[in-house]
T-cell receptor
Framework: AQRVTQPEKLLSVFKGAPVELKCNYS??????LFWYVQYSRQRLQLLLR??SRESIKGFTADLNKGETSFHLKKPFAQEEDSAMYYC????????????FGSGTQLTVLP | DTGVSQDPRHKITKRGQNVTFRCDPI?????LYWYRQTLGQGPEFLTY????????KSRLLSDRFSAERPKGSFSTLEIQRTEQGDSAMYLC????????????FGEGSRLTVL
């Protein structure tokens, strides 16, 4: 089965500490990899995508050589980073849809 | 505002009833998706439209579910003979441009089946 796994349902860090949200894939294939974020009482929105090689709100994500992980990192977490984070990737055989992980709830403590 | 609106935001119904959800993207969004999200899970793909054509359907989409996008603008998702297991958040997402460009999500329609 093609799976997108986020092993941590909950993650808490203190403000100013580094944070890493893990995302693992059971399959390789499309380089279209995404992190989506949902802040409290807001809709799901794109945070960053692999193909853009961008850093958004201080977050970066790197695809490992085996194309099986795409962890999200930020060197200094801020309280406003508290949110639900989902990684996503098209399933093999379809470039049109995304398979999402189950999400990690990040809480940044003061 | 992503320009994707969904209605109703919340629907409570009794088992066996039919429900319909509507999604209105902006005109530039030729691609439209329906996802379902249950508690503690990420969004699960249900179906995809390019303009008015339904190009992909998930095996999750039983024959009680039907989606339409008749004029390539708004879309409806109907669930017939609802079951308690249908209780979930139904998310609409839309996009234009490349096949795997950014998806713009609506706020969702929460279904509760009693």
């Amino acid at each position: 089965a093609q799976r997108v796994t986020q092993p941590e349902k909950l993650l808490s860090v203190f403000k100013g500490a580094p944070v890493e949200l893990k995302c693992n894939y059971s399959y390789s294939g499309s380089p279209e990899l995404f992190w989506y974020v949902q802040y409290s009482r807001q809709r799901l929105q794109l945070l960053l995508r692999h193909i853009s090689r961008e850093s958004i709100k201080g977050f970066t994500a790197d695809l490992n050589k085996g194309e099986t992980s795409f962890h999200l990192k930020k060197p200094f977490a801020q309280e406003e980073d508290s949110a639900m984070y989902y990684c996503a990737r098209p399933p093999r055989g379809s470039a049109r849809q995304l398979t999402f992980g189950s999400g990690t709830q990040l809480t940044v403590l003061p | 505002d992503t320009g994707v609106s969904q209605d109703p935001r919340h629907k409570i119904t009794k088992r066996g009833q039919n429900v319909t959800f509507r999604c209105d993207p902006i005109s530039e969004h030729n691609r439209l998706y329906w996802y379902r999200q249950t508690l503690g899970q990420g969004p699960e793909f249900l179906t995809y439209f390019q303009n008015e054509a339904q190009l992909e359907k998930s095996r999750l989409l039983s024959d009680r579910f039907s989606a339409e996008r008749p004029k390539g603008s708004f879309s409806t998702l109907e669930i017939q003979r609802t079951e308690q297991g249908d209780s979930a958040m139904y998310l609409c997402a839309a996009a234009g441009g490349s096949p795997t460009g950014e998806l713009f999500f609506g706020e969702g329609s929460r279904l509760t089946v009693l």
